[in-house]
């Protein structure tokens, strides 16, 4: 909260990761860690990641959308 309060009075935008994660874990699916209390992520976890940072630079106009 404190990062995102701090880029809104700095202009400057911050990409929040922990709810599109949340919502990955509870969709089911392989694993996104390797292991409880293991922060390092599966191939999974990384697409998650990946697919939720484009998501969040798309709609802040800073990556074109990608075409399907």
């Known amino acids: 909260r404190e990062i995102k309060a701090l880029g809104q009075q700095l202009g400057i935008p911050v990409i929040e990761l922990l709810p599109a994660m949340q919502a990955a874990q509870r969709k089911g699916g392989p ?37 399907p």
């Not at 390797?34 to 922060?39: K, N, P, Q, R, V």
């Not at 992520?41 to 990556?63: C, P, V, Y």
């Open 31 to 67: 694993p996104l860690y390797y292991s409880l209390g293991d922060e390092h992520m599966t191939a999974s976890g990384h697409r998650a990641m990946a697919e939720a940072i484009a998501a969040q630079l798309a709609s802040l106009s800073l990556l074109a959308a990608a075409k």
